[in-house]
């Protein structure tokens, strides 16, 4: 174990996750003492639109993966239309290896809570949803007993700390399914419908939930609200890069010693981030690893210092996502990895386009038959051209990233794939595998 030198030490910016280590960090009595709802009583004072204008200037950026403009976002709401306004928070954090939005409502459920209201107040919504993963009992028990904290406080309902704005905020569990956690999936899920992606445009700023102007954020998203009202844009935009503004929570999973939350300026490396979790673990070497969870391409032992924000990613061919590094090292298989992938997103394809729903049901065959040891030269072949016809030919997100670690694994360690087709290694699976699989 490596244990973390200052500089790299001073690497982490506790700002979402200050408060997770306080004792009963969930309960309103200890986020009142730690500075909470004090940004709802500033922002409450100020006109919705500066509030805007304040997320502008602070360069936040989404949090769920695609790093779209947040202030940005909440402009698009169309004002004096008559019509009701939504905040959606997405709080399905279903992407392989994520685990950033969960711990953060189970620790400081009232961080999103205060950024639920103070982002409600901004875009004029009187209703705003909070949609968490079905399986995350826990974090929605804890959120559950956080809003009704917050009713009880006078937080929430009418006249909100006599202001004279009225919200109510509900928290909608999903049944646990990946797709809902594409946008305009969840919010027909929300409405009770089967949860399947919407045609674009229109677009949820203009028709989104019941057809009326909606802002879907991540829960990361919404709970850096609070802090940027307090500390303001330039304090925010201290931290990061000139693109990637503020801190984010890098959750490191795999073969290192601590593996967990760490919460940095954007633009840490990794090879900062494998210090800090107390390096890899005995006897594993960094082999592949992923910068943003599993729909994000693939990257290797020689990507170590590329600065992990929006840019620097997208520099080295992949994509920040959700900041889900997950690590393997020289005793993981990547063909077997992205094979394990590749059964997640045949499973969880909604079924809605064919690029996606046909493409992934071959792929996972063609990857069993690989590493059963009876794979050939054009399976490599099929691999590419299936993936050139669900990139971008695709309805949603979801087929594409199903994509990512196909081609980055084929790019980077195709003698993994020959050695499986040329009998080099010793098959992974058994032909029993195989079965029904022609
Ligand atoms: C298949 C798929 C799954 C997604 N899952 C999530 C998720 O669990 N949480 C999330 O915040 N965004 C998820 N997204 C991204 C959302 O569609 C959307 O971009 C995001 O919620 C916007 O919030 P942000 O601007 O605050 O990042 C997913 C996208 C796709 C295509
Ligand atoms: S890409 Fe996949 S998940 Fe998205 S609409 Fe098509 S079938 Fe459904």
């Keep these: 174990m490596t244990t973390p030198r200052p500089e790299t030490l001073a690497k982490l910016t506790p700002v979402l996750t200050k408060r997770w280590l306080s004792p009963d960090a969930w309960q309103i009595g200890t986020y009142e003492q730690l500075d909470g709802y004090a940004a709802l009583r500033k922002a409450l004072k100020a006109h919705p639109d500066d509030l805007i204008q304040l997320i502008k200037d602070s360069g936040l950026r989404g949090r769920g993966g695609a790093g779209f403009p947040t202030g940005l976002k909440w402009g698009f709401i169309p004002q004096g239309d008559g019509k009701p306004h939504y905040l959606v928070v997405n709080a399905d954090e279903g992407e392989p290896g994520t685990c950033k939005d969960l711990p953060l409502m189970t620790h400081d459920p009232h961080a999103l809570v205060e950024g639920v209201i103070i982002a409600s107040y901004a875009i004029r919504a009187a209703r705003?949803?909070?949609?968490?993963?079905?399986?995350?009992?826990?974090?929605?028990?804890?959120?559950?007993?956080?809003?009704?904290?917050?009713?009880?406080?006078?937080?929430?309902?009418?006249?909100?700390?006599?202001?004279?704005?009225?919200?109510?905020?509900?928290?909608?569990?999903?049944?646990?399914?990946?797709?809902?956690?594409?946008?305009?999936?969840?919010?027909?899920?929300?409405?009770?419908?089967?949860?399947?992606?919407?045609?674009?445009?229109?677009?949820?700023?203009?028709?989104?939930?019941?057809?009326?102007?909606?802002?879907?954020?991540?829960?990361?998203?919404?709970?850096?609200?609070?802090?940027?009202?307090?500390?303001?844009?330039?304090?925010?935009?201290?931290?990061?890069?000139?693109?990637?503004?503020?801190?984010?929570?890098?959750?490191?999973?795999?073969?290192?010693?601590?593996?967990?939350?760490?919460?940095?300026?954007?633009?840490?490396?990794?090879?900062?981030?494998?210090?800090?979790?107390?390096?890899?673990?005995?006897g594993h070497n960094l082999r592949f690893w992923t910068p943003g969870g599993s729909s994000t391409p693939l990257l290797a032992a020689e990507h170590l210092d590329v600065p992990l924000d929006f840019e620097g990613v997208a520099a080295a061919g992949s994509i920040l996502g959700t900041t889900a590094t997950q690590i393997f090292s020289d005793q993981d298989c990547p063909v077997y990895a992205t094979y394990r992938w590749l059964e997640f997103y045949h499973h969880e394809s909604c079924g809605k386009c064919t690029p996606c729903r046909e493409g992934n049901y071959w792929m996972v065959r063609v990857y069993r038959r690989i590493l059963a040891g009876q794979g050939t030269h054009e399976d490599l072949d099929t691999l590419l051209d299936t993936c050139d016809n669900i990139l971008g030919r695709s309805f949603c997100g979801l087929g594409d990233g199903a994509t990512s670690s196909v081609t980055s694994s084929l790019q980077y360690f195709k003698q993994d794939y020959l050695d499986y087709i040329e009998g080099r290694t010793a098959p992974k699976l058994s032909e029993k595998t195989l079965v029904g699989a022609h």
């Design 128 to 282: 705003a949803y909070i949609y968490i993963r079905g399986e995350a009992v826990h974090a929605a028990r804890r959120l559950r007993n956080a809003v009704q904290e917050a009713y009880d406080k006078g937080y929430l309902g009418r006249n909100i700390l006599r202001s004279g704005y009225d919200l109510e905020l509900v928290v909608h569990s999903g049944a646990g399914a990946y797709i809902c956690g594409e946008e305009t999936a969840l919010l027909d899920s929300l409405e009770g419908f089967r949860g399947q992606p919407r045609l674009r445009p229109p677009f949820p700023a203009t028709h989104g939930l019941y057809a009326s102007p909606t802002v879907v954020n991540n829960v990361g998203t919404i709970a850096s609200v609070p802090p940027i009202v307090l500390g303001g844009a330039d304090w925010w935009k201290s931290m990061g890069t000139e693109k990637s503004s503020g801190p984010m929570i890098y959750s490191l999973s795999g073969r290192v010693v601590n593996p967990g939350q760490y919460e940095c300026s954007m633009g840490v490396t990794l090879r900062e981030l494998l210090e800090l979790a107390g390096g890899m673990q005995p």
